[in-house]
């Protein structure tokens, strides 16, 4: 094996801790209402589709304005995120991943969604970051009777982050 091997293959793992690691700070960004963190992760026109659902948003300000609009709606939110399948092609890349969230919801209550993301992303001046999300969604269920009985979260107030 040669150097140049090497450092493909040495790019090609970086890259996907590199995308996987903002799989994650999606999720993270929603759930402790970081907006630094959710800016973060986009490079400017990006765009989110989250559906029938939940609205489609063209650029950074929007994704953010969204997330407050969510914020508002689902003061609670927990995601986790699953099973991501890249492809990585390069300085672009392709992705799919499942999220369950647990939310609470100030009209329905407690609340389950469940979909899979479908993601492009690109590196532009070394820099990884999502260029469009997708979300498919499975299933939105209220959840009756669900109470916490124990937790940093089982009152109606958010914690600090």
């Known amino acids: 094996m040669n150097l140049q091997d090497i450092s493909l293959r040495l790019d090609a793992v970086e890259s996907r801790f590199a995308l996987e690691r903002l799989i994650a700070e999606y999720a993270q960004a929603f759930d402790s209402h970081d907006e630094t963190l959710l800016r973060s992760i986009w490079h400017e026109g990006a765009r989110l589709s989250l559906g029938e659902a939940f609205g489609d948003f063209d650029g950074v300000d929007a994704i953010l304005e969204s997330a407050r609009q969510n914020w508002q709606k689902m ?8 099973n991501p399948l890249l492809d990585i092609d390069g300085d672009k890349a392709s992705g799919r991943a ?12 407690p609340v389950q969604i469940s979909g899979l993301y479908h993601d492009r992303f690109e590196r532009r001046d070394g820099r990884w ?5 997708n979300f498919d969604l499975h299933f939105l269920t209220p959840l ?4 916490p009985v124990a937790g940093s979260e089982t009152g109606q107030s958010r914690p600090p982050v």
């Not at 009756?144 to 109470?147: D, G, L, P, T």
């Open 98 to 109: 499942a999220v369950d969230c647990l939310c609470i919801h100030v009209d329905m209550g």
């Open 144 to 147: 009756a009777n669900w109470k």
């Open 75 to 82: 003061p609670h939110m927990h995601h986790w995120m699953a």
């Open 129 to 133: 970051a999502i260029v469009e999300r």
